[in-house]
Every structure is written in C-alpha cells, then in structure tokens.
C-alpha cells in the first residue's frame, strides 16, 4: 500500500527527493513518516508529517536539511533531502499511522524501502 522511490547513488552535497505513494488506504487521516536503516544500525526516525501538513517533526541529524510534506490529492508524501551527507547512506522507507509517533514499531504501515547512497 505505500511505495517508496526516488532514492540512487548521489554526490555528497546533492539534493534527491523521495516519493511515497499511497493505494488502498485513507492517505488523509494518516501520519506520514520516514525512516531510515543504515548497514549494521538500527531503523532510526527521521521525519514525520500530521494529516494538514500543519505540523513536521524531525531528527536532529537532518533537521534543517531535510523537508518532509504531502499532498493528500496524490496520496503522496514526500521527503526532500538536501547537502547530503556520507552518514545519510541508508534504506529509507516511508510509513503511514493514524497517529503522530517516531517509534517505527508504532506504524501501520509501511513500504518497501529505497536506497539512498551518498559517495564521498
């Protein structure tokens, strides 16, 4: 029900946007949020959107580089990522809950992940 795109291999400093669409579920009444596992780590949150985009949240280690927004009329959610960093290397999936939460476990759904590798 959510498809995550957009990631590649991208130059340190580079700008990707990844999507995630959304089929079969009430886009609107959810809580978008992003996610990211980098080799050996554990899943970490990294943002999250309300259901207005009225409210954002983020981890520290990309606030202020990354925007995260939706647009309910494509039931799509977004991820902005800019000045990409080598530690910004990861799997990154976008998650849908009912509720605002920065708890992977805590989410509904989820897709099915994209890489984003950031060389040096």
């Known amino acids: 029900q959510l498809q995550a795109s957009g990631g590649g291999l991208v130059q340190a400093g580079g700008s990707p946007r990844l999507s995630c669409a959304a089929s079969?579920?009430?886009?609107?009444?959810?809580?978008m949020g992003w996610f990211r596992q980098a080799p050996g780590k554990e899943r970490e949150f990294v943002a999250a959107?309300?259901?207005?985009?009225?409210?954002?949240y983020y981890a520290d280690s990309v606030k202020g580089r990354f925007t995260i927004s939706r647009d309910n009329a494509k039931n799509t959610a977004y991820l902005q990522m800019n000045s990409l960093k080598p530690e910004d290397t990861a799997v990154y999936y976008c998650?849908?809950?009912?509720?605002?939460?920065?708890?992977?476990?805590?989410?509904?759904?989820w897709g099915q992940g994209t890489q984003v590798t950031v060389s040096s």
């Open positions: 998650a849908a809950n009912p509720t605002y939460s920065v708890i992977g476990d805590e989410y509904d759904y």
């Open positions: 079969r579920l009430m886009f609107s009444r959810y809580f």
């Open positions: 959107i309300n259901w207005r985009s009225s409210s954002t």
